[in-house]
């Protein structure tokens, strides 16, 4: 069964501490996209990557981190310099389609990251 | 720059009633327009798409037509039901990038 994983579903993290947050597609897609929701709002876009060991900044990309060692993976770390963490994360990916720019994007059942 | 403005929420409507969410948009070129869902706790769900003008996108009785002159991508059903309940989110992706721009998403709440 194809699709998009993010785990945990439920995160709890100290101040202070970073946290990563796991991301996995097999769906053979080429691009990834981290995004944070806010109550009441709209996404943002955090970090994306088009390809293995390339990614872009977002808007929000400042206290964030990420890596595309592989295809089916795009882990995100939120640092302690992240002033407001506390957030639903959500994955997405999408494939390549001709001229090299992006089909329509699916996204993962998201992480709730909450900081005490 | 790119926008998208969906009609405020939240919306709350009696079950079998018509639906209308207004989705309008602001980009240079061509995008592809979509309409996202999200129930709640869960990530997005794409509804419907359209690529280009006058496009209709349809899926699970909900449609939304390409409207170029207009700059318009609303979001219609003609008879909603309690399980439509859910935030409804507007979205474009210009034809040459990979990035989403979202509206702020217009909550849904259909009674018995």
């Known amino acids: 069964d194809g699709g998009i994983t993010q785990s945990p579903k439920y995160l709890f993290r100290k101040e202070g501490q970073n946290v990563t947050l796991s991301c996995e597609q097999n769906l053979n897609h080429d691009a990834m996209y981290w995004y944070r929701q806010d109550p009441g709002q709209g996404l943002r876009l955090i970090y994306y990557?088009?390809?293995?060991?390339?990614?872009q900044k977002g808007d929000i990309a400042e206290g964030y981190s990420v890596s595309r060692e592989k295809k089916e993976s795009f882990p995100l770390t939120v640092t302690s310099a992240q002033k407001n963490p506390t957030a639903f994360y959500l994955c997405a990916s999408s494939k390549k389609v001709a001229g090299g720019s992006a089909d329509t994007q699916y996204f993962g059942p998201g992480t709730r990251l909450t900081v005490l | 720059g790119n926008s998208v403005t969906q009609m405020e929420g939240p919306v709350t409507l009696s079950e079998e009633a018509f639906l209308t969410i207004n989705c309008t948009y602001t980009a240079t070129g061509y995008p592809s327009l979509f309409w996202y869902v999200q129930y709640p706790g869960e990530g997005l769900q794409l509804l419907l798409k359209a690529t280009k003008a006058d496009d209709k996108g349809s899926n699970k009785g909900f449609e939304a037509t390409y409207r170029k002159e207009t700059t318009s991508f609303h979001l219609e059903k003609g008879s909603v039901q309690v399980s439509d309940s859910a935030v409804y989110f507007c979205a474009l992706k210009e034809t040459s990038g990979s990035r989403l721009t979202f509206g702020e998403g217009t909550q849904l709440t259909v009674n018995p």
């Open positions: 990557s088009q390809i293995v060991n390339d990614f």
